[in-house]
Nanobody, 127 residues
Framework: VQLQASGGGLVQAGGSLTLSCAASGRSFGRYAMGWFRQVPGKEREFVAATSRSGRGIAYADSVKGRFTISRDNAANTVYLQMSSLKPEDTAVYSC?????????????????????WGQGTQVTVSS
């Protein structure tokens, strides 16, 4: 599967952004999806994950209560709604896909578990 992330930009602290990740192909429902972020000099960090069905969801503690992951399998798209943004949320955000033959409710939180990655979209939060 090929992934294309979009929606990044510059926002003031306290503001909101919604990222989108569009997937190619007709088997989007076979993939568990995740969002990760990375800043220069640091390791890639887990942000949020959703299962194939969209009912299994996980968040990093740092974004819990502020970010919401969702997916539209008919539109082959996964979203990351980000609110109450903080300067420390500044990073390149990437979406990832994991072909999952396990339960439709299973999600993945480790980057090495994912098979495909999008190119990333920059999010910059100014103070």
């Amino acid at each position: 599967v090929q992934l294309q992330a979009s929606g990044g930009g510059l926002v003031q602290a306290g503001g909101s952004l919604t990222l989108s990740c569009a997937a190619s192909g007709r088997s989007f429902g076979r993939y568990a999806m995740g969002w990760f972020r990375q800043v220069p000099g640091k390791e890639r960090e887990f942000v949020a994950a959703t299962s194939r069905s969209g009912r299994g969801i996980a968040y990093a503690d740092s974004v819990k209560g502020r970010f919401t992951i969702s997916r539209d399998n008919a539109a082959n798209t996964v979203y990351l709604q980000m609110s109450s943004l903080k300067p420390e949320d500044t990073a390149v955000y990437s979406c990832a896909a994991k072909a999952s033959g396990v339960s439709t409710e299973y999600y993945y939180t480790r980057s090495y578990q994912y098979d495909s990655w999008g190119q990333g979209t920059q999010v910059t939060v100014s103070s």
